[in-house]
T-cell receptor, first 110, second 113 residues
Framework: EDQVTQSPEALRLQEGESSSLNCSYTVSGLRGLFWYRQDPGKGPEFLFTLYSAGEEKEKERLKATLTKKESFLHITAPKPEDSATYLCARRGGSQGNLIFGKGTKLSVKP | GAVVSQHPSWVICKSGTSVKIECRSLDFQATTMFWYRQFPKQSLMLMATSNEGSKATYEQGVEKDKFLINHASLTLSTLTVTSAHPEDSSFYIC?????????FGPGTRLTVL
């Protein structure tokens, strides 16, 4: 079964301590790798879509990269407001639904 | 742009009653919308794909007679949970596609007593 696996499950950082979140997938013919941010009790907020190996996208302190087997979400000098669960997903069925990983819960302490 | 709304944001109902959840794309038209369900500390799981003007496609294990989906216009899809039971308590989230990207609503918290 095609999987989207995220690691670590939880990550605690000090403010300013850069790190990376990992998302690995096991499907050939990737039709898009998506990153979302989800705050408690809210719907996912779109961050990035990556389509091909080597592609990179940036937004403020976040940078997403993609290889043939995994994607990384790099967080540079995080702030407490970056605390959230970060979800990775790939496009699934013929109508484009998303298959999500279980997420990485990021906590940034001041 | 690309805003998706849901109503209500939360609902509490008695076991055996039905609940309707609305999903609207506010500033774009969506021929396809998706309904997901998220249990506590779990990720989003697709329930069904909603297509404007046609029958919804349900994922394996999701009862189509229990979770009624109507996509009557290009900006509105509704999910009705019929004869709700406590095990249906969850966070229901819809999404709509625009230019290959998928945008999510804020979710509806359903609690069945």
């Amino acid at each position: 079964e095609d999987q989207v696996t995220q690691s670590p499950e939880a990550l605690r950082l000090q403010e300013g301590e850069s790190s990376s979140l990992n998302c690995s997938y096991t499907v050939s013919g990737l039709r898009g790798l998506f990153w979302y941010r989800q705050d408690p009790g809210k719907g996912p907020e779109f961050l990035f879509t990556l389509y091909s190996a080597g592609e990179e996208k940036e937004k403020e302190r976040l940078k997403a990269t993609l290889t043939k087997k995994e994607s990384f979400l790099h967080i540079t000098a995080p702030k407490p407001e970056d605390s959230a669960t970060y979800l990775c997903a790939r496009r699934g069925g013929s109508q484009g639904n998303l298959i999500f990983g279980k997420g990485t819960k990021l906590s940034v302490k001041p | 742009g690309a805003v998706v709304s849901q109503h209500p944001s939360w609902v509490i109902c008695k076991s055996g009653t039905s609940v309707k959840i609305e999903c609207r794309s506010l500033d774009f038209q969506a021929t396809t919308m998706f309904w997901y369900r998220q249990f506590p500390k779990q990720s989003l799981m697709l329930m069904a794909t909603s297509n404007e003007g046609s029958k919804a496609t349900y994922e394996q294990g999701v009862e189509k007679d229990k979770f009624l989906i109507n996509h009557a216009s290009l900006t509105l899809s509704t999910l009705t949970v019929t004869s709700a039971h406590p095990e249906d308590s969850s966070f229901y989230i819809c999404s709509a596609s625009l230019l290959g990207e998928q945008f999510f609503g804020p979710g509806t918290r359903l609690t069945v007593l």
